[in-house]
């Protein structure tokens, strides 16, 4: 019962430096996305999928770059990081549905850029 | 582009006050809306609205979407300091794609 499983929980990088956050889930979930969010900012969206292969930027996909190659995994990857990029990541997934569909959420990767 | 206003953006109150919480949206072939609890972790779920004028209720809280004037409401009754969070809205449009609010801050003193 793993539901969605982000890693890992807490990293610290060097300006510059490439990491990869990795997001998978077990519920068979078409949609997933990843999200930061800030002090007073909210969650704000980087990238999302509706289904393997396929791929849409959100709000704020500068410096991020996402891959859907099967249902169940969408790693986020920074390419160059930069301290604006020090946040919390959450990744999350749902059920595609035209009524809506609640969305389950990681537990969070907190990413120190210095 | 999909956008979500919450109000107030924080507030404080006593222990036993009543409080609501507001969220207006503009969005893309609007499928739902949701409301989140967060406290320091991930988001969790409280309520999805997707019908007007239908309230739903969990214990003290409940909540009510206008899809005609584009708002909802939360609302939490009798306030207990476990209530003390930050309230988000999110609402799912085209391809499910979800946006939130920036949150409410809710503060609840003894």
């Known amino acids: 019962n793993a539901g969605v499983t982000q890693t890992p929980k807490f990293q610290v990088l060097k300006t510059g430096q490439s990491m990869t956050l990795q997001c998978a889930q077990d519920?068979?979930?078409?949609?997933m996305s990843w999200y930061r969010q800030d002090p007073g900012m909210g969650l704000r969206l980087i990238h999302y999928s509706v289904g393997a292969g396929i791929t849409d930027q959100g709000e704020v996909p500068n410096g991020y770059n996402v891959s859907r190659s099967t249902t169940e995994d969408f790693p986020l990857r920074l390419l160059s990081a930069a301290p604006s990029q020090t946040s919390v990541y959450f990744c999350a997934s749902s059920y595609l549905s035209t009524s809506g569909n609640t969305i389950y959420f990681g537990e969070g990767s907190w990413l120190t850029v210095v | 582009e999909d956008k979500v206003v919450q109000s107030p953006l924080s507030l404080v109150v006593h222990e036993g006050d009543t409080v609501t919480l507001n969220c207006s949206y503009e969005v893309t072939n609007f499928r739902s809306l949701l409301w989140y609890k967060q406290e320091k972790k991930a988001p969790t779920f409280l309520f999805m609205l997707t019908s007007s004028g239908i309230e739903k209720k969990s214990g003290r809280l409940s909540s009510i979407l206008d899809k005609k004037e584009l708002f909802s409401i939360l609302n939490i009754t009798a306030t207990q300091t476990g209530d003390s969070a930050v309230y988000l809205c999110a609402v799912a449009g085209a391809n499910s794609k979800l946006t939130f609010g920036k949150g409410i801050t809710l503060s609840v003193r003894p």
């Open positions: 519920m068979n979930h078409e949609y």
